[in-house]
C-alpha cells in the first residue's frame, strides 16, 4: 500500500493573495486619507491665524497680517494721498512743530519751496518728483516765507481706492486750497480735484536706525508706507459714473 505524503505548497492560494494585496492597499490608502486630513487641518488653523498682534517697546499694539508683498491697506494708499496734499500745500512760515523761521528748499535758480513741501516730495517717484517740483515752487509766492500770506489745504472727498492692476491703485480727491493774507484778512479759494496713481515699492530700511540724523530717519519715515505717487490728473467726476 502507497503512502502519499501531503505537501503544504510554499505559496497561498492565488484567492488568498488576492485577499492579501487588497487588505494591504486598502490600510495604506487609509493612512494617506489620514494624512491628508491631518494636513488639511494644519493648513486650516494657519490660515485662521492671517491676522495677529504685536507689542512694541513703547507699549504700542499693533496689527500684523501676512499678505502680498504688492498688497496696501486701502487707508494706507488713502493716507498717503492725504499727506502728500496736506504737506505740498499747507504753507507756514516757521518749521513744522518749532519756532525757528523755514528758509525753504531752493528748486532751481529762482523757485523756492517750503521745506514740507520738499519732504512731500518723497512721496512721488524720483522722476515724477523731479517734474513736479518747478511747478510747485511756481505756484509758492515769497511772501509765505515772511508769513504774510499762509495756506491750509482742505479735503472734502477722498474716493477708496481702485485696484488698476497689481500693486497700482486710482483713488480720487476733492479739495480746496486756502491763501490766506494776514495783512489784509482776504483770502482766495482754489479748487484742487485730482485723481492719483499710487504704486507699491519697495519699503527702504535705515541702515542706521534711531541713530541716523533726524533727516534721514525723517526722509525713511515718508517712505516706510512701501508707496510713491506716480500720475496725477484733473479728477473728473463724469467719468465714474
Same mark, same amino acid.
Given at each position: 500500500?502507497? /503512502?502519499?505524503?501531503?505537501?503544504?505548497?510554499?505559496?497561498?492560494?492565488?484567492?488568498? =493573495?488576492?485577499?492579501?494585496?487588497?487588505?494591504?492597499?486598502?490600510?495604506?490608502?487609509?493612512?494617506?486619507? =489620514?494624512? /491628508?486630513?491631518?494636513?488639511?487641518?494644519?493648513?486650516?488653523?494657519?490660515?485662521?491665524?492671517? %491676522?495677529?498682534?504685536?507689542?512694541? =517697546?513703547?507699549? *504700542?499694539?499693533?496689527?500684523?497680517?501676512?499678505?502680498?508683498?504688492?498688497?496696501?491697506?486701502?487707508?494706507?494708499?488713502?493716507?498717503?494721498?492725504?499727506?502728500?496734499?496736506?504737506? +505740498?500745500?499747507?504753507?507756514?512760515?516757521?518749521? +513744522?512743530?518749532?519756532?525757528?523761521?523755514?528758509?525753504?528748499?531752493?528748486?532751481?535758480?529762482?523757485? &523756492?519751496?517750503?521745506? %514740507?513741501?520738499?519732504?512731500?516730495? !518723497? =512721496?512721488?517717484?524720483?522722476?515724477?518728483?523731479?517734474?513736479?517740483?518747478?511747478?510747485?515752487?511756481?505756484?509758492?509766492?515769497?511772501?509765505?516765507?515772511?508769513?504774510?500770506? &499762509?495756506? +491750509?489745504? /482742505?479735503?472734502?472727498? !477722498?474716493?477708496?481706492?481702485?485696484?488698476? &492692476?497689481?500693486?497700482?491703485?486710482?483713488?480720487?480727491?476733492?479739495?480746496?486750497?486756502? !491763501?490766506?493774507? &494776514?495783512?489784509?484778512?482776504?483770502?482766495?479759494?482754489?479748487?484742487?480735484?485730482?485723481?492719483? +496713481?499710487?504704486?507699491?515699492?519697495?519699503?527702504?530700511?535705515?541702515?542706521?536706525?534711531?541713530?541716523?540724523? !533726524?533727516?534721514?530717519?525723517?526722509?525713511? *519715515?515718508?517712505?516706510?508706507?512701501?508707496?510713491?505717487?506716480?500720475?496725477?490728473? *484733473?479728477?473728473?467726476?463724469?467719468?465714474?459714473?
Amino acid at each position: 500500500m502507497e /503512502i502519499k505524503r501531503l505537501q503544504s505548497p510554499l505559496l497561498p492560494e492565488s484567492k488568498n =493573495l488576492l485577499a492579501i494585496c487588497f487588505l494591504c492597499l486598502t490600510a495604506f490608502n487609509s493612512l494617506i486619507f =489620514l494624512l /491628508i486630513l491631518f494636513t488639511a487641518f494644519r493648513v486650516n488653523k494657519m490660515a485662521e491665524r492671517k %491676522t495677529t498682534f504685536a507689542q512694541l =517697546l513703547n507699549g *504700542e499694539t499693533i496689527y500684523i497680517s501676512e499678505q502680498d508683498r504688492n498688497w496696501r491697506y486701502p487707508g494706507v494708499i488713502q493716507k498717503v494721498v492725504s499727506d502728500w496734499t496736506t504737506l +505740498t500745500f499747507n504753507w507756514d512760515e516757521k518749521l +513744522t512743530g518749532t519756532n525757528q523761521p523755514d528758509q525753504g528748499v531752493q528748486v532751481g535758480k529762482k523757485g &523756492r519751496i517750503p521745506t %514740507t513741501a520738499w519732504f512731500a516730495s !518723497l =512721496l512721488l517717484e524720483p522722476e515724477f518728483a523731479k517734474a513736479s517740483l518747478p511747478k510747485i515752487a511756481e505756484l509758492v509766492p515769497t511772501s509765505v516765507f515772511t508769513g504774510q500770506i &499762509r495756506s +491750509t489745504t /482742505i479735503i472734502s472727498y !477722498l474716493s477708496e481706492p481702485r485696484a488698476i &492692476r497689481l500693486g497700482e491703485w486710482e483713488i480720487d480727491m476733492v479739495a480746496t486750497r486756502i !491763501l490766506v493774507d &494776514r495783512t489784509t484778512g482776504r483770502d482766495e479759494r482754489i479748487s484742487f480735484n485730482r485723481t492719483f +496713481t499710487v504704486q507699491a515699492v519697495e519699503i527702504p530700511r535705515s541702515p542706521l536706525g534711531k541713530d541716523a540724523p !533726524l533727516v534721514e530717519q525723517k526722509i525713511y *519715515e515718508m517712505r516706510s508706507s512701501g508707496l510713491q505717487i506716480i500720475r496725477m490728473v *484733473e479728477f473728473n467726476p463724469q467719468q465714474r459714473r
